[in-house]
């Protein structure tokens, strides 16, 4: 089957074709160097040797239909030669519907690639041999089209073109030695300055860039151990470590902003008070000692810096603050909008079986045993599917009523335990509030209970994530993955409504009671980050090492625990969480954050190197990253951020400390700027974008309405490319259909002529000893070929309504070119093809074009047969069939085209004439020659 | 950075980065992976393009395809002759292709091309049965890989003609989010 990719350059017609096209286009460019200039006269005399019976009619036909396509334009020409390369890997591409060609040029460029390598692979030596010439010239034509295409793009596409050919790297490089080598003629031509240095920039720009990128691969985190996890346990554990890994970048930028812009004009103008010593427990509670420093926002002073240049601190805090959560903001919106893209849009929700086997396997796994491993589960796992297929989907009533109830039940216990811990927690507040005092004197004992709120918060977030993943037990749903939903939603519930509570506790009863509430809050949310780091070193503790252990020692029925990826991955978006909130309270609270993530990936690796195992199902990790992302964003960044903003406007800073006292709330500083600004005439344009664009309602309303419309129109877009997708998907299968449809009646027709084969078989052999031209082709050959002509008539049809037997006939008039000995058989076919025509109306009009020409080749044959006609007739069909798909294809190719279309029609109906007439002369023939 | 000089010159650096995905340090150190196959063989100068190739043999041993049930096909898919002799061109064309930042379209290319064991350009049954079998170690019954083979193809295949064209196998592939970050080998 791999051979008849290089069908077409049997042809000599094909060839001329090529040939004169580039003659067309060689006056053009006088530079391009035409690497048929040699070979061109060779083919026209070839021409004229292979037609030497050409009447003036004839010629006539023949030229009209060689011109059809160079009247539909230079540019549409050339794409029309490329597109009707036929190729063994693609069948269904070169003749791509109209809507292809619109497709970017990289993918042509693709294809075009692709196709090369496969003629280069696949190619047969035998065909090589005999059409080499043709083959050369084919490649060279399809080069010199890749070549021009990338010329004509920006060198940033010209780049990622080259780079994305999929030739292999000796190819690539000629290809790019071609494109600059004409480049730098087309400059030589016109030698313009400009073009000279922006060529040179854009080459520094790229030297620059790609050194930039050397730089960032050496600082690249973790590269190695990420390998290694990669290595041993697959992509969806290492999605936790690269999950892990941005969060700890997202908390060093933040860090080095807030550090930079806070911290250091702070720095430089205050000192820390003295008196305070430092007790040691200050580490775990932030009180005492930490009070005084620049940890928490109480310690910030609200003057203005005098200095070389006044610096505002409490302009430079407020802004601060918000700049570094819109860019938050911002890059989780834009990678989970990327990740939303890649991963959901285009993926099937139905969960298929085919894909698990060809697209799950995990290339970056190199460890030999998680490579056995991984090869079990995917036996069991297959086995589950064949039994389940087996089994079917009988679940009666009962059982289904059963689930149901579990699962309401569970999903009761899950709900009624978050509250419960919510309540619990809001009380247990209240209690500590009444123990507080608002001194900065607290004895040791004092300190110490104030751990007592994030103990329990944190121990609660340990054990009943572990409570909850117990109801799997009982828990029965249908599919894996509504499973882990359920497990995950439940999760953050309980998470963000303790993080809720104790948001309203500080906001309500903090914000009121203390002199210098932020700094308390700063520091509650201190101990919280702590407490909670050390809970992830003993969840990992409990859940990995000892399930480890219990497993392997006591109750191997459990076995090696797995890496829980998405309670790992929750417990992570909880501490970011709490770093959001705090960043306000505790500018620098960023430190102890990264601190914590750079030690708890260290621990983590440990844990799962010595522990784990790699997980027993795979697949859907891209989603569940997904998933994670969207939580990181929803519930947690946006919770951080309103209650930011609640903070900003509606909440009195304390009147005695921090950078906004005596202010009624924070974000009254921008009013106080803009109208310190108002006596500035340079800085008018931010008195009025605060006049007309912050403080009105008819922006605000005026970007909502906007917004909703566009979101209207991209989800109409949305439903219309669904549609056109579905329409797509139909086409597929309707092509499939109709292949098959052929095959049938191929083997049909095939049954009922037994001895057919060997005969051909015989005459091949004959004919390859001749050596004659073009159509040394098998038996199977031809049917392929036939085929393909076929498929391709079909789709023409598809899109566009064209009347069938007119390429039938323009396949035939070109009949006459063989030499009289053969011209009288050839008349013979052709009235009896002409007959079946007419007989063989076959219900699919659509196939019927195909059917005819292999109707023909079989008729053909009964009749060289009986003639006893000896070799040349077979080659004669040959030629007819490749004939017919040339004519087929060019008639199509055509006609894909909406601005050649115009100028074709008079050439095909033009060819329906010649081939009635062809008819009618054959007729004759036929009545001479009995 | 006098092993920078030495190993390429400049021009061939940058065709190397026009070329593929990788940057100059990346080039070198596979340079160096290359070289540590065969250290006799391979010299560390390469400015004059010598014209060498490592057979198939040295190249699975790698640790990085050893364990990878597809590691013959990957080989042969990217060498030349398509026995799985790879002069480093070609060596640095494979992990280019494998890498992270190598495009859906490319690596979709030359799965299909992977996963086309007998190199008829479609992904038949009896391919399908080749890959079952080496990624669950040949332990499941004739019946079964039968079965199974039966169902992915029944699944995958739009145009009905029991095998799986590479429109097929795209299609197939675009729904699988996963495909991206598992078709890659880290280097």
């Known amino acids: 089957m791999t051979h008849y990719s290089n069908g077409a350059f049997y042809n000599p017609a094909y060839h001329d074709s090529e040939t004169l096209e580039l003659d067309r286009r060689s006056p053009r460019k006088p530079h391009h160097s035409n690497p048929y200039a040699q070979e061109e006269p060779a083919w026209q005399a070839g021409r004229a040797n292979v037609f030497p019976t050409v009447t003036g009619q004839w010629g006539h036909s023949d030229d009209s239909a060689w011109r059809v396509p160079w009247e539909g334009g230079q540019e549409e020409e050339s794409r029309w030669g490329r597109e009707r390369l036929p190729t063994g890997h693609l069948p269904t591409h070169p003749q791509s519907p109209p809507w292809q060609q619109a497709a970017p040029t990289n993918m042509t460029m693709r294809w075009r690639g692709m196709r090369r390598m496969s003629m280069f692979v696949n190619g047969e030596p035998t065909h090589l041999s005999i059409t080499e010439d043709a083959i050369r010239n084919e490649l060279e034509q399809e080069e010199q089209n890749l070549v021009k295409d990338l010329v004509a793009c920006s060198t940033k596409d010209r780049i990622q073109g080259i780079k994305e050919l999929p030739m292999s790297y000796e190819e690539k490089k000629h290809i790019r030695s071609q494109v600059l080598a004409f480049k730098s003629s087309k400059k030589s031509r016109h030698l313009s300055c400009f073009a000279d240095c922006s060529d040179n920039v854009s080459l520094s720009f790229r030297r620059c860039g790609s050194s930039m990128a050397s730089t960032r691969q050496t600082l690249e985190l973790w590269q190695g151990t990420m390998k290694e996890i990669g290595g041993r346990f697959g992509t969806s554990v290492l999605s936790y470590f690269l999950f892990l890994k941005s969060l700890f970048m997202l908390n060093i930028f933040s860090f080095l902003i807030n550090f930079g812009f806070i911290t250091i004009p702070m720095l430089a103008y205050n000192q820390i008070p003295q008196n305070v010593t430092f007790r040691g427990l200050e580490l775990l509670t932030g009180a005492g000692y930490f009070n005084y420093t620049v940890m928490y926002y109480g310690s910030y002073g609200s003057d203005i810096i005098k200095g070389l240049l006044d610096y505002n601190m409490q302009l430079a805090y407020f802004f601060t603050i918000a700049a570094y959560m819109v860019l938050c903001g911002a890059s989780i919106i834009y990678s989970m909008a990327s990740s939303f893209k890649t991963n959901y849009v285009l993926s099937d929700p139905v969960a298929g079986g085919s894909w698990q086997l060809l697209c799950s396997w995990d290339f970056s796994v190199t460890n030999e045993k998680a490579v056995r491993q991984r090869k079990n589960n995917l036996r069991v796992q297959l086995k589950e599917t064949l039994s389940e297929k087996t089994q079917g989907e009988g679940l009666t009533t009962a059982e289904r009523m059963k689930h149901f109830g579990v699962q309401l039940g569970a999903w009761f216990i899950s709900t009624s335990l978050a509250v419960g811990c919510g309540s619990a927690i809001y009380f247990l507040s209240q209690y500590e509030q009444r123990q507080t005092t608002d001194t900065d004197n607290w004895s040791l004992l004092q300190e110490a209970e104030t751990l007592l709120v994030p103990f329990v918060v944190s121990l609660i977030n340990l054990v009943v994530p572990l409570f909850y993943s117990l109801f799997n037990k009982f828990e029965l749903y249908s599919n894996q993955r509504r499973q882990i939903y359920a497990l995950i939603f439940r999760n953050v519930l309980l998470k963000m409504s303790i993080l809720g509570i104790l948001c309203y506790y500080w906001m309500k009863e903090v914000a009121t009671k203390f002199s210098c509430w932020e700094s308390m809050v700063g520091q509650a949310l201190y101990r919280l980050v702590i407490v909670d780091f050390f809970f992830l070193m003993l969840g990992s503790f409990f859940g990995e090492f000892l399930s480890n252990v219990i497993g392997t020692r006591w109750l191997p029925r459990l076995g090696v625990p797995e890496f829980d990826v998405a309670r790992n991955v929750l417990d992570l978006i909880y501490a970011q969480t709490l770093a959001w909130i705090g960043i306000y309270f505790s500018p620098l609270l960023p430190v102890i954050q990264i601190i914590k993530f750079f030690i708890l990936f260290y621990l983590k690796k440990v844990s799962l190197m010595q522990n784990c195992q790699p997980p027993r199902r795979v697949g859907r990790a891209a989603q569940m990253r997904t998933i994670f992302i969207a939580l990181l964003f929803f519930p947690s960044f946006v919770g951080s951020l309103s209650m930011m903003a609640y903070t900003f406007w509606s909440l009195t800073p304390s009147k005695h400390c921090g950078p906004f006292q005596g202010l009624n709330n924070t974000f009254s500083i921008v009013g106080l700027w803009v109208t310190d600004l108002e006596g500035i005439s340079t800085a008018s344009w931010v008195v009025w974008i605060y006049q007309n664009v912050i403080r009105s309602e008819i922006f605000y309303f005026l970007v909502t309405i906007i917004i909703l419309f566009i979101t209207f129109i991209f989800w109409q877009v949305t439903q219309g490319r669904k549609l056109l997708i579905l329409l797509l998907r139909q086409q597929i299968i309707n092509e499939g259909k109709d292949k098959t449809f052929l095959l049938e009646k191929l083997q049909t027709l095939q049954k009922s002529q037994p001895n057919n084969k060997s005969k051909t078989q015989i005459k091949q052999s004959k004919r390859r000893s001749d050596g004659s031209s073009s159509g040394v082709r098998s038996n199977s050959n031809a049917m392929v070929q036939t085929f393909l002509a076929g498929q391709q008539d079909s789709r023409g049809n598809y899109f566009c309504d064209v009347p069938v037997p007119s390429d039938i006939s323009t396949s035939y008039q070109r009949i006459p070119i063989a030499s009289d000995r053969q011209s009288s058989s050839n008349a013979l076919a052709l009235a009896r093809q002409r007959a079946e025509v007419q007989d063989y109306r076959t219900p699919s009009t659509l196939a019927s074009p195909l059917v005819q020409v292999m109707q023909a080749r079989q008729d053909y044959e009964r009749q060289a047969d009986a003639m006893d006609d000896g070799s040349s007739s077979m080659s004669n069909i040959m030629m007819q069939v490749m004939e017919a798909r040339m004519r087929a294809e060019e008639g199509y190719g055509v006609q894909g085209r909406p601005v050649a279309t115009e100028s074709s029609v008079p050439a095909r109906s033009s060819a329906l004439i010649q081939a009635m007439l062809a008819r009618q002369q054959s007729q004759n023939e036929y009545d001479d020659g009995y | ?187």
Do not use: W
């Open chain 2, 1 to 187: 950075m006098g092993n920078k000089q030495t190993t390429f010159r400049d021009e061939q650096f940058e065709a190397y980065q026009d070329c593929t995905f990788f940057t100059r340090k990346e080039i070198l150190r596979l340079h160096g992976r290359y070289r540590e196959l065969a250290p006799h063989l391979v010299p560390l100068d390469y400015t004059n393009d010598p014209d060498i190739k490592l057979p198939l043999t040295l190249l699975i041993n790698m640790p990085e395809l050893k364990e990878n049930p597809f590691r013959d096909r990957i080989v042969q898919t990217f060498s030349e002759d398509g026995q799985g002799n790879l002069s480093f061109n070609d060596f640095v064309d494979m992990f280019s292709a494998l890498c992270e930042s190598s495009s859906r379209e490319l690596k979709t290319i030359y799965a299909f091309k992977i996963y086309d064991f007998n190199r008829d350009n479609f992904i038949c049954k009896e391919d399908m049965e080749k890959t079952i079998n080496k990624l669950t170690k040949g332990e499941l019954t004739p019946e079964e890989v039968t079965l199974v083979c039966d169902k992915a193809i029944e699944e995958a295949d739009l145009d009905g003609d029991s095998k799986l064209s590479f429109a097929d196998f795209e299609n197939m592939i675009s729904k699988a989010p996963d495909f991206l970050s598992t078709f890659h080998v880290r280097i």
